[in-house]
């Protein structure tokens, strides 16, 4: 059994119960008193399907499915704004991050999303040598969508790219696989321990 | 009324700008000239001790016993210009002369001429006064009756028995603590406010049982109450047909609340299904659960999930709901959704609710403890509850703007509370009326029980203000109502939680106590507390006309066999209605009657047509427009010189003869400022305002007598926070006077 469908046989009728327990400061949700300030405060919520506030009702209304697959939160960009405002000090951000990174472990969330997207290949960049190889992930980015809009989007950054170099923020060498962290292997195990934990938890809790 | 030598003594203050600002030696003149004061005399500092005592001693040496003071406004030093065994006028140097006119040469003459206007008019008010003294009606009862034996009544009782007052309390029901018995628990009212509490109420019967001043009768209604505060008749009706009579000095009514009937609110279904409960019926199934879990009536099945539906009925335009919101219901239906977190395990509980209403610091955390608890709150309205096996609850959720359905074992509607009054006795005067202006009666009225059954020429019970909850000064004077030494308390007055009730009950008791107080001293509640003049009544000139017994707002007049008007002596606040309604102008106060006034506006000195100086009467209500013009004084605000200021007790204390007389004797302009009437009254006197701008909208046939411009006559609303406006208002007519001209009745 997925660990989803485990999760949906668990909490069965209550998504709050779920979030409370499953997600990164989730338990704060319950007390968010739907004032509004912080979807009036997010400088992007307009843009997205589902600001906070409608997120934190969504999951109070067992809108699982809707929540889950939402992209809205995979674009919070951690500016902040509605944590120093919420009235109730819910800390906004970190459950929008929470909700994402939850619904990326149930393998929910929206593969078509370019933010998801990003944020994936940033991880995998980062974790190759445990520190973010920044010319590589910058050629990832330019080449997401082809080789032909690739190449269109270097040249229109090219003389960005020159300045950069100029001022030894990024190195062309590092295109051979860079330079890595010292103990690389020490860090990998390190990482690798705490998502064991971390599902172990999952696991547990959808039982 | 007293019969006696008045022996004037005029006193005026050089002080405070006064002396360098007029010419206090003409003054002076004009007291002993025209106001005929025997004894004048000029201070410089005269609400001083030195000041003070010198017009004490003349007093005391038998020189003068009617003190005229020229100086500060009468709202001014009132403590130290109290001679309680003179008679007293101020005339209104300061804030009412100096202080509006601008301190140059060319103002000098008309703001002398101001001055010795308001010394002439001191003078005249007081040779036609007499000083005030008591009664001797007045009794003393030290005892209260409590009609009512909920938590406001049982608090009203504790606490005038603390006090060291006899309480009789009367509770219609077989037992003390009313709908507060009948609660699980309480919304807290202890730090850290996260809980349901215990409510306490066996401890509170029993010291009301147990306190030694304090009578109870159970079984017990009010069948009928006579006579006035200090000398209340009240006879009790006990339901197995005995009856008592007890003699009370005054009354505090806390009849409380009924609930809302949710069979007005059809699509909630409440009788279709034993699984909706009101509010009040859910209390009965907590206690029915005893330690266990709450169980659905209809099975016993143990609640796994419950929908709280908020504001059934309430703040609603519709057809048979409340057009009121209660305020508390948010708070209880928390209480009751810990109530299911605490017994039932783990239940869905969720509130709907429309605007969630959790006052105060105390509401706040115990909003949030719901949340801690897991209660879930949305915001959405119920447009139908489905009965039926599973019920379920049809809403929309504002937030989501969606519809949605939801089934639960259980349902609570939140009804409102419904004040337990008796029968308006102006009800027929909102009423809608027929062609010939008589009431006509709605098909559907409900007749409602007396609870009072006061034998008054105005009707059983206590005024409403709206929606049924009794009339009050709902800003000034809460407690009070409309008939003098009656005080409303609790639910029956507005829409209370339980700490609230509490305090308010408290008040009402202190209340009730200064009025029978008052009362054994001859002396008025406010707002004219401790004046001893009351209204005399000369019964030779009466026409039985009733305009006084129906217009007294107060209900303080009764009628005798012959029609003719009896006075009471101790429900009379002192308005001065009556003496204002009254076409034969036969009834007055020892310090305010026709000729106090009438005489001040006689004594103004009215220069001839061609002087250019107009004259404008200004009859102020002294509770808010004449503070406004002082205010305004003090504030440096200037206005007219021409105007001639008299406060009035309250505008429907304003007779007719007077702006007849005025106009006739050749002022040029009249304005009368009293408070808001209306819904929204601030008249402290509740109708006076109101009478007096009806009697206004007649004036305009006297003034077409006359041949006078219509605009000669300016009735106005005035609240004491017009400190611009007011003095705006008599350069109005200042300036209406300039454009019609002067009045031709100057001789
Ligand atoms: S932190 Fe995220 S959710 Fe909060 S205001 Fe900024 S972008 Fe919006
Ligand atoms: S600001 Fe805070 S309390 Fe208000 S809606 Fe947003 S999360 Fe809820
Ligand atoms: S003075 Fe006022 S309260 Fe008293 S009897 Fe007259 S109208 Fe009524
Ligand atoms: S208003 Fe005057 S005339 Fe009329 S009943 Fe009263 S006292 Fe008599």
Not at chain 2, 556 to 581: L, W, Y
Not at chain 2, 712 to 733: F, G
Request: charged share 25%.
């Amino acid at each position: 059994m997925s660990l989803n469908t485990a999760m949906v046989e668990k909490y069965r009728n209550n998504f709050l119960q779920e979030v409370a327990g499953n997600v990164e400061e989730g338990d704060w949700v319950k007390m968010c008193m739907q004032c509004g300030v912080c979807a009036g405060s997010c400088p992007l919520g307009n843009a997205w399907e589902h600001t906070p506030q409608k997120l934190f009702m969504m999951i109070r209304a067992n809108k699982r499915d809707e929540v889950l697959t939402s992209d809205s939160m995979w674009m919070c960009t951690s500016c902040y704004n509605c944590i120093v405002r919420c009235p109730r000090e819910l800390p906004i951000t970190h459950i929008m991050h929470g909700l994402a990174t939850y619904a990326k472990k149930l393998g929910l969330a929206p593969q078509s999303n370019p933010t998801q997207w990003f944020s994936e290949t940033f991880w995998n960049n980062m974790m190759k040598k445990g520190r973010v190889n920044e010319l590589k992930l910058g050629l990832s980015l330019y080449f997401k969508d082809g080789f032909v809009s690739g190449i269109k989007e270097s040249i229109a950054h090219q003389k960005l790219g020159m300045n950069m170099m100029k001022a030894k923020r990024m190195a062309p060498m590092e295109i051979m696989g860079g330079h890595g962290v010292k103990d690389l292997s020490g860090l990998q195990k390190m990482i690798k321990k705490a998502q064991d934990i971390e599902a172990e938890r999952l696991e547990a809790n959808s039982k | 009324m007293a019969n006696y030598d008045k022996k004037l003594g005029a006193y005026i203050c050089s002080g405070c700008g006064i002396g360098d600002r007029l010419d206090v030696s003409q003054l002076e003149t004009t007291a002993k000239r025209d106001g005929k004061a025997a004894n004048c005399k000029t201070h410089d500092f005269l609400c001083s001790k030195a000041g003070v005592e010198m017009i004490q001693k003349d007093i005391d040496d038998g020189e003068v016993n009617h003190v005229i003071i020229g100086g500060c406004s009468r709202r001014s030093k009132i403590e130290a210009f109290r001679f309680p065994e003179a008679a007293v006028t101020r005339a209104n140097l300061r804030e009412g002369c100096i202080w509006i006119r601008p301190d140059n040469d060319e103002a000098q003459e008309t703001t002398q001429e101001m001055a010795d206007d308001l010394i002439r008019m001191a003078c005249a008010e007081s040779k036609y006064m007499n000083i005030p003294t008591a009664s001797g009606e007045q009794e003393l009862n030290k005892t209260l009756l409590v009609v009512g034996g909920g938590i406001t009544g049982m608090t009203t009782a504790l606490e005038s028995a603390k006090a060291g007052y006899n309480v009789v309390l009367v509770e219609k029901a077989a037992e003390l603590g009313g709908w507060m018995a009948q609660l699980h628990k309480r919304t807290p009212n202890k730090m850290p406010y996260a809980a349901p509490q215990d409510t306490g109420i066996d401890a509170t019967i029993a010291a009301v049982n147990d306190h030694a001043n304090i009578t109870v009768h159970l079984n017990t209604t009010v069948s009928k109450t006579e006579g006035a505060p200090g000398r209340f008749k009240v006879e009790l009706a006990v339901e197995s047909g005995s009856a008592s009579t007890v003699d009370v000095g005054a009354i505090v009514q806390a009849s409380g609340f009924n609930m809302f009937d949710p069979a007005n609110v059809p699509a909630m279904n409440h009788d279709k299904s034993a699984d909706i409960v009101t509010n009040m019926e859910l209390e009965a199934l907590a206690n029915a659960a005893g330690d266990g879990p709450i169980k659905r009536p209809s099975d016993g099945k143990q609640v796994s999930s419950v929908i709280f539906i908020q504001n059934v009925g309430q703040n609603s335009e519709e057809e048979g709901h409340l057009p009121y919101h209660s305020g508390i219901g948010d708070m209880v239906s928390i209480k009751q959704a810990m109530y299911f977190k605490h017994l039932n395990g783990d239940c869905d509980t969720t509130i709907l609710f429309d605007n969630l209403r959790t006052p105060g610091a105390a509401g706040e955390d115990f909003y949030r403890a719901g949340q801690d608890a897991m209660v879930t709150f949305r915001k959405g309205i119920a447009s139908e509850v489905v009965a039926g096996g599973d019920l379920e609850v049809k809403f929309k959720d504002m937030i989501l703007d969606e519809e949605f359905t939801e089934s639960a074992d259980l349902v609570v509607l939140d009804v409102g509370m419904v004040p337990n009054s008796g029968p308006d006795p102006y009800a027929a005067d909102n009423l809608p009326k027929d062609e010939d202006g008589n009431p006509i009666e709605e098909e559907n009225a409900v007749s409602v029980e007396s609870i009072l059954n006061l034998d008054y020429r105005q009707g059983t019970d206590l005024p409403h203000l709206r929606h049924g909850f009794t009339d009050s000064h709902f800003i000034c004077f809460p407690y009070e109502t409309r008939r003098t030494g009656i005080y409303s308390a609790g639910p029956v007055r507005r829409p209370m939680d339980i700490h609230q009730t509490m305090e308010d009950a408290a008040g009402a008791a202190m209340k009730a106590i200064q009025a029978l107080e008052n009362a054994g001293k001859g002396r008025a509640a406010h707002p004219r507390s401790g004046d001893l003049s009351y209204p005399l009544f000369r019964k030779e000139g009466c026409t039985q006309c009733k305009r006084c017994t129906v217009e007294c707002p107060f209900g303080a007049i009764n009628e005798d066999e012959k029609g003719f008007p009896v006075f009471n002596e101790s429900r009379c606040r002192r308005c001065g209605t009556c003496m204002g309604a009254c076409p034969v102008r036969v009834i007055s106060f020892d310090n305010y009657s026709v000729d106090t006034v009438g005489q001040q506006i006689k004594n103004v000195d009215i220069p001839d047509e061609f002087d250019e100086k107009p004259r404008i009467l200004v009859l102020a209500c002294e509770n808010d427009a004449y503070p406004a013009l002082d205010m305004a004084g003090q504030n440096g605000i200037e206005y007219s010189s021409f105007a001639r200021i008299i406060p009035v007790r309250c505008l429907g204390s304003v007779n007719t003869i007077w702006l007849t007389d005025a106009l006739n004797s050749g002022y040029d302009g009249i304005v009368l400022m009293g408070c808001s009437k209306g819904d929204e009254y601030q008249c402290h006197f509740v109708k006076g305002s109101e009478m007096a701008h009806y009697r206004m909208g007649k004036i305009a046939d006297t003034l077409q007598t006359l041949s006078l411009e219509e605009e000669r006559v300016a009735t106005y609303e005035v609240a004491i926070t017009d400190i611009q406006r007011a003095p705006k208002l008599i350069n109005d007519m200042a300036e209406t006077i300039e454009q019609i001209g002067m009045s031709p009745f100057k001789f």
